[in-house]
């Protein structure tokens, strides 16, 4: 009989421990799908970098930046680097994918929330979810790597990170799932 | 002897919902506020040609100010709390909050 309680507290604390793991990384995710949104709102083709202009480095701005003229004009290149790297679909793509991410984290915000009150569908719900941000990853990772070398650089080694994280979660969701459809 | 708090229930079940859902917006704001600073000041300097600058910049001030109140608000609202009852330990709580979002603000503008 109590080893029966004990297997139920272990249970939960193992479920209490994987909410507070969502809701962390949901936060870092969160955080990370908006500023790519702002990313793409501000960085779009027809800008000033795009129509070849050269950067604009005053002395004052560089001394109150603590920047040397080299990092300046580089900075103007990281804009270039994006706009050249980026095939004409992918703006509207990320924008896309952006604001999915972000709907689709806050929902797992919200379960994990459920999960820590210990809602029974909420573990169902939990798999839907992370399920969800996998599929998010897999897409932002497939176009990435339709996107030039520099491009990719900065992107795939980040989206890879994050399907390593939505994949651990989404095995230990679906194993808890099992332990409380054998419990029950 | 009625208690009005049960110590056996987490924080969360005590605190409104309302209350939980705005310290998790904060959490999330800040997360962002620390990202989109990183990524911003890698952007063009400004200047009349090169204006990618002034959309971040002016979400980054607003958000920092509207989490700025809202930090106020809810310590005072924590303050208030504490007059009220069980005065050591919400102190202690107001105090540790107040002083870890002090230290997020001070952290932001040594990065930023």
């Known amino acids: 009989m109590q080893s029966i309680f004990m297997k139920n507290e272990i249970a939960k604390a193992n479920v209490s421990w994987l909410a507070v793991m969502i809701m962390l990384f949901g936060l870092l995710l969160l955080a990370g799908h908006s500023n790519e949104l702002l990313k793409q709102t501000v960085i779009g083709p027809g800008s000033s970098v795009d129509l070849g202009m050269t950067a604009d480095c005053r002395a004052d701005e560089l001394e109150e930046e603590q920047l040397s003229l080299e990092e300046c004009q580089l900075m103007v290149s990281n804009v270039r680097i994006i706009l050249s790297s980026s095939p004409q679909w992918y703006r509207s793509y990320q924008l896309t994918l952006s604001s999915l991410g972000v709907a689709a984290t806050l929902f797992s915000l919200v379960i994990a929330f459920g999960l820590i009150n210990r809602q029974s569908p909420a573990l169902r719900l939990a798999i839907l979810s992370t399920a969800l941000l996998l599929i998010i990853d897999v897409a932002g990772f497939v176009a990435a790597v339709n996107t030039g070398p520099l491009l990719r650089a900065q992107y795939l080694w980040s989206l890879l990170l994050w399907i390593c994280i939505h994949l651990c979660m989404l095995v230990a969701v679906i194993r808890f799932g099992q332990q409380g459809d054998m419990d029950s | ?112």
């Open chain 2, 1 to 112: 002897m009625s208690e009005t708090r049960n110590p056996a229930k987490p924080e969360s079940e005590n605190l409104p919902r309302l209350v939980v859902l705005l310290h998790w917006l904060l959490a999330a704001s800040v997360f962002f506020l620390f990202i989109s600073s990183w990524w911003m000041l890698s952007l063009p300097l400004p200047s009349e040609e090169f204006t990618y600058r002034e959309l971040p910049f002016q979400l980054h001030k607003n958000i920092g100010i509207t989490l700025f109140v809202a930090v106020i608000t809810m310590t005072a609202m924590r303050q208030i709390a504490a007059a009220r009852g069980e005065l050591v330990s919400r102190l202690v709580a107001a105090f540790g909050s107040g002083g870890s979002y002090i230290a997020v603000y001070a952290a932001d503008g040594l990065l930023s």
